[in-house]
């Protein structure tokens, strides 16, 4: 490939899916560094994920939402609150289709950013109707605390329209300010603050470099730009990825690059030292393995205020893949499907009793993400077989949000019931989960 091609491959879906594919392949022949594949406990996971789908849906799938951060701002810990709903019947909220998607991606969007791994003791406390109600420290209470903030104008540069996210505003934002949002203090500590804000920023500076995209500096401008280019109302998705990608591009961090350009930021992308040794003939980039998880989180944010409130279509075409993140992973070595070896005991710094700490560059880690991608799409299919529907019927994100995800969550709790915590912790930043 050239150097150009090269990086074009990295940032697309295709290159998750396929780089993905060869570390878990390594993975199943047993020549990765740190994994082992046990095919047998994968009926065991495929049963698990099918009977929360029965619990929780019946055989009602259509009605099962796609993984998205629309579901977050519902809550039910005290009775069913929807927030989303709440906000559309705001005065102040836009009347038309396309304003209306654009106020959604606007929000949708920062609360992404700001939904990374808050750590174990942070929880947020919210007030209705005079009743206080505490919200832990996972996405559920990022999401509450980020639409406080929208409905508050805190990513507005306009006190007389608040309802918006602004480049002006995001330029605007410390670590010290998003604290006091996100009530943050020493008694209660989060984790990776100053890499949330830092994106927040970042995504304030990125808006005001593509005008051309963004023309009045807001996330949800992103609709003007992609009208023009629509036929009979169908966004293919490979046409948002691509602008999404060009939008956020230089907020990610410059972990990794490719040394013939070094200029451009690859984003969520790791070295593999298991599929390096792999190669019989080696080319630059190709020991690394994409995940973009931040990136398809927001690309399945995203879509659904499009579909539901612009009224577009989305053509999919091949899809985007599972989310390599902890609890999609930690489904996997919380049923033993997959199961860890060879880590030095600077990774245990609490015990070997105790789950193992990295750092997402960990060989370990891009290994588990990449046996993730493969195995989220195993246990789509085996769930679709089992259940008796097509993937198209029951698609994998709908798979993502009521069984997976969810599921990995719920063992975690059996397993850990002290934290809830996930087989292996992850040293967050706020810029990669």
């Known amino acids: 490939m050239t150097p150009t091609s090269t990086l074009a491959y990295l940032r697309s879906l295709t290159a998750v899916r396929e780089r993905s594919t060869e570390v878990f392949n390594l993975i199943e022949s047993g020549k990765s560094d740190h994994w082992d594949w046990h095919a047998d406990k994968l009926p065991v996971v495929v049963d698990f994920c099918a009977n929360l789908l ?69 929880t947020y406390r919210e007030v209705l109707q005079g009743v206080e109600v505490w919200h832990g ?31 002006t505003a995001l330029k605007a934002l410390t670590a010290a300010k998003l604290a006091q949002h996100l009530q943050v203090s020493e008694a209660n500590p989060m984790s990776g603050l100053e890499g949330r804000a830092n994106l927040l920023i970042q995504l304030g500076a990125a808006l005001d470099a593509r005008r051309d995209i963004v023309r009045d500096g807001r996330p949800g401008d992103i609709l003007f730009y992609l009208e023009p280019q629509l036929t009979d109302n169908v966004l293919p998705l490979t046409l948002f990825w691509d602008t999404l990608f060009a939008l956020l591009a230089p907020i990610w961090p410059a972990r990794t690059t490719l040394p013939s350009a070094p200029g451009e930021v690859l ?26 998880k931040l990136t398809q989180w927001l690309c399945y944010s995203l879509l659904e205020p499009i579909e539901s409130s612009a009224g577009w279509r989305v053509d999919r075409g091949a899809g985007q893949t599972g989310l390599p993140e902890y609890r999609n992973g930690g489904l996997l070595v919380d049923h033993g499907l997959l199961t860890v070896r060879d880590l030095p005991d600077s990774a245990y710094p609490n015990g070997r009793d ?68 996930p087989p292996i912790e992850i040293i967050s930043d706020g810029t990669v989960f």
């Open 54 to 122: 029965s619990r929780d849906f019946g055989s009602d799938f259509a009605s099962i939402p796609p993984h998205c951060r629309r579901n977050h701002f519902t809550t039910t810990s005290s009775g069913t609150i929807d927030r989303i709903a709440a906000l559309k019947a705001d005065p102040r909220f836009p009347t038309t289709p396309v304003q209306q998607a654009r106020t959604l991606i606007d929000l949708y969007l920062a609360s992404v950013l700001l939904d990374a791994g808050a750590g174990n003791t942070w």
């Open 137 to 167: 420290g996972r996405s559920e209470g990022l999401a509450v605390a980020s639409f406080h903030m929208f409905c508050g104008g805190a990513f507005s540069s306009d006190p007389n329209d608040p309802l918006r996210v602004d480049s």
């Open 267 to 292: 984003g969520d992308v790791w070295p593999c030292p298991s599929l390096a040794r792999a190669r019989t003939h080696r080319e630059e980039g190709d020991d690394l393995v994409p995940f973009h």
């Open 354 to 421: 105790a789950p193992p700490v990295l750092a997402p560059s960990d060989p370990a880690v891009v290994e588990w993400r990449a046996a993730t991608v493969v195995a989220l799409d195993k246990i789509h299919e085996g769930i679709c077989t089992k259940l008796g529907v097509t993937t198209q019927q029951l698609q994998l994100a709908q798979v993502l949000e009521a069984s997976t995800w969810k599921g990995g969550r719920e063992i975690a709790k059996v397993k850990r019931p002290e934290t809830g915590g």
